[in-house]
Structure formats: structure tokens, C-alpha cells
């Protein structure tokens, strides 16, 4: 996996590339504010972007913004947001364009799902944390789009955001999977996108279905 790292910390740019590097993975660019991130992408073409949202020159979205102007020319290319803080005014639009993903630095506690998020969004999928999932649902609640869903059904919902299979919500709900599907079906219906097929697909559905209440 070819990938390019947008963040303007020296010690956590070079730290995540070392641990990119050691698991294999080639970092063909490292950039420390958004206008070299947009030309990197552009002259590297990479598999993957990870993207600090706070970058120079501004220090307040810069990266989030770079994020949604790399999307509209380089549709395939995976972009993971990788920070310390929730973004909502952009983030609903990437989710909903896919292969994106958005984690919180202070909760990756294991590596290897770190690392597995990454692939997940290369190659096409994406990968939420719960408490951007939250945020940005929470974002958009005001027609509450989510109320005829039971209590479960927004466990499950929650799970689908985080870029979770139905194999993936099964285990960690304890359910079978055969009960998992039947409580996806219900979501997609009661949420009119029941022609909706693709794991991460339903979960971008789901997130532009929000964006537009």
C-alpha cells in the first residue's frame, strides 16, 4: 500500500510512518501543511492519505478541507482522518462519498486494528470511530431521522457506521448472524434505502441519508 501522510507534528509524522514502514506498507510522501498534501496526492497518486485535520497554514480545518478538494479530483484514493478532534461540517460529505475513514489519536489502543482500519479504507471500505459516529449523527438530529429505530437496531446502526461487517456485529453483539440481518433489513427499510447491498455502502447510505434531513 503506497501512502501519503498529511500531519504538521514532526515526531507523530515520522513515528507513523516508521510504523507504516515496518508493516509494509510504502509512505511515498510526508507533508506538513495542506497545500503539500494536495500536491503530494497529485504527483504520488498513492493507495492512501492520512490526514491530520488541524494543518498549517491556518491551523483550523486546513487539513479537512484539503481532505474534500483531493476527493472531488481523486475519487478512488482512500483518506483516513487521523486527530484529536471531531470535525462535523465537512466530515458527512467525505462519509458519504466513500472510502474514508475518521479515528481520534487518543483512542487507536491496539496497532494492529489501526493498521487494519487503513487497509479497510484503501480498498474501499471505511473505518468510523464510535464517537465520531456520535458526533455526527448528532449533528443532524434535529428531524431525528433515526426515531423509528429500536434500541438494538441503533446498536446496529452504530456498529454499520463503524465499517463493520455483519459477521463484525455479530461478535461483538453477541447475536447470530442470521438475527444481525434481519435487524440490518429492518434499518435499511425504515430508513428508505432497503436497495441498498455493500457493507460500507449501507453505511455511507445511511450517513448521506442524515446529511440531507
Known amino acids: 500500500m503506497r501512502v501519503v ?18 508493516a509494509g506498507h510504502e509512505v511515498v510522501a510526508k507533508t506538513q501543511n495542506a497545500p ?16 491530520d485535520i488541524r494543518m498549517p497554514p491556518d491551523l483550523t480545518d486546513d487539513g479537512v478541507r484539503a481532505a474534500r478538494r483531493i476527493r472531488d479530483t481523486h475519487t478512488e484514493l ?39 482500519a487503513l487497509r479497510r479504507v484503501a480498498a474501499g471500505g471505511s473505518a ?11 449533528a443532524h438530529r434535529a428531524a431525528d431521522p433515526l426515531a423509528p429505530l429500536t434500541a438494538r437496531e441503533r446498536e446496529v446502526l ?31 427499510t425504515k430508513l428508505g434505502l432497503a436497495n441498498s447491498t455493500e457493507d460500507h455502502r449501507r453505511v455511507l447510505a445511511v450517513l448521506l441519508y442524515l446529511n440531507r434531513s
Open 36 to 51: 503539500e498534501l494536495v500536491s503530494a496526492v497529485t504527483a504520488t497518486r498513492p493507495d492512501l492519505a492520512v490526514i
Open 158 to 188: 452504530a456498529l454499520m457506521a463503524e465499517g463493520r461487517t455483519n459477521v463484525g456485529i455479530a461478535r461483538r453483539l453477541w447475536l447470530t448472524h442470521r438475527t444481525v440481518e434481519t435487524h440490518v433489513s429492518s434499518i435499511l
Open 5 to 22: 501522510i498529511g500531519e504538521d507534528s514532526a515526531l507523530f509524522r515520522e513515528g507513523l510512518a516508521r510504523l507504516l514502514a515496518d
Open 78 to 116: 482512500g483518506i483516513v482522518l487521523l486527530s484529536q478532534h471531531v470535525e462535523t461540517r465537512h466530515s458527512v460529505d467525505l462519509v458519504s462519498r466513500g472510502r474514508f475513514g475518521y479515528l481520534l489519536k487518543d483512542r487507536v489502543f491496539d496497532v494492529d486494528d489501526f493498521l487494519d
Open 128 to 138: 468510523l470511530d464510535p464517537e465520531v459516529v456520535s458526533r455526527l449523527i448528532g
